[in-house]
């Protein structure tokens, strides 16, 4: 079965760093592109950064570039994200997908004083 699991959330200050990973199983990772959403208290899911199957292709929300940095370990199948300079308003659950229906439960990110 297709499983994404993601981890490393937590609580973190403003203008701190943090870095939240998936990790996947149940199909073959290296042929996808994978992405990171988040979704705040009160608002739509929507989308972070997203990385093609190589990882050579990558976009960013413009809320979060030059902020942010999307990575993935095909060998390990596994995605991270690199989160510094946080902001309140990047609070949210983020999850990753694979972008065909599989995603994970997410990890919280609470940045506050």
């Known amino acids: 079965e297709v499983q994404l699991v993601e981890s490393g959330g937590g609580l973190v200050q403003p203008g701190g760093s943090l870095r939240i990973s998936c990790s996947a199983s149940?199909?073959?990772?290296?042929?996808?592109?994978m992405a990171w959403y988040r979704q705040a208290p009160g608002k739509e899911r929507e989308f972070v950064a997203d990385?093609?199957?190589?990882?050579?292709?990558?976009t960013y929300a413009g809320s979060v570039k030059g902020r942010f940095a999307i990575s993935r370990d095909n060998a390990e199948n596994t995605m991270s994200l690199q989160m510094n300079s946080l902001k309140p308003e990047d609070t949210a659950i983020y999850y990753c997908?694979?972008?065909?229906?599989?995603w994970g439960q997410g990890t919280q990110v609470t940045v506050s004083s």
């Open positions: 997908t694979n972008g065909n229906g599989a």
């Open positions: 149940g199909f073959t990772f290296s042929f996808y592109k």
């Open positions: 990385i093609s199957y190589h990882g050579l292709s990558i």
